[in-house]
């Protein structure tokens, strides 16, 4: 896919250009991004642009350092259905799309196991359709079990399509979803 076909939603359109960086009569001083005031809401997210060429690009606010890894060739980070989906689990799970750090792992060539640990200081790594083995991590996790390793714990599941999809591996991450987040 190149840039010139590049197909963004509606969403990420005006997330990318909430701010003026113009000058008015209102605002006398241009507002970045990133020094905005942000007004968030439960089940959306933001993008985050990078400030250096070597940091990996993610969607999300990492706020509890919760770091979610997706291979997909097709979109920037996930097609609207898979992002609807997955906020959906967060939600269920008392987590919000500010709590995560969603990582497009295709997308990335720099997405290793020491630059993921660098840049994001993950406490918990949910593997969504992505091999951990590919990505440099040195340990073997098996579907739906919690791996701990490195003060961390890590749990491996299917593609977002393959879960929307299948009605038992719903109820497989969800059973290992609940133990993981202390859900009742």
């Known amino acids: 896919m190149s840039l010139d076909n590049l197909k963004l939603s509606p969403y990420l359109l005006t ?14 001083q241009p507002v970045l991004p990133e020094k905005a005031s ?14 250096s060429p070597d940091q990996i690009p993610f969607l ?5 350092n919760i770091l979610i890894t997706v291979d997909e060739k097709d979109h920037a980070f996930l097609a609207e259905a898979d992002l609807d989906f997955l906020i959906t689990v967060l939600n269920a ?19 290793t196991y020491e630059n993921l640990i660098s840049q994001f200081s993950p ?29 961390q714990q890590y749990v491996c599941a299917p593609s977002l399509q393959e879960l929307a999809a299948n009605k038992e591996e719903k109820k497989q991450l969800w059973g290992v979803l609940k133990t993981l987040f202390s859900i009742p």
């Open 60 to 64: 999300g606010n990492n706020k509890r």
């Open 123 to 151: 406490a918990i790594i949910l593997f969504m359709g992505t091999e951990p083995q590919l990505l440099g991590f040195p340990v073997q996790i098996p579907r739906y079990r919690i791996q701990k390793y490195n003060n």
């Open 38 to 51: 942000k007004k968030k809401q439960v089940g959306k997210v933001d993008p985050v642009s990078t400030t």
């Open 93 to 111: 799970c008392s987590v919000t799309p500010e709590d995560v750090a969603l990582v497009n792992c295709h997308r990335v060539p720099g997405a």
């Open 15 to 28: 997330k990318m250009y909430e701010h003026s960086l113009i000058n008015t009569a209102e605002n006398k």
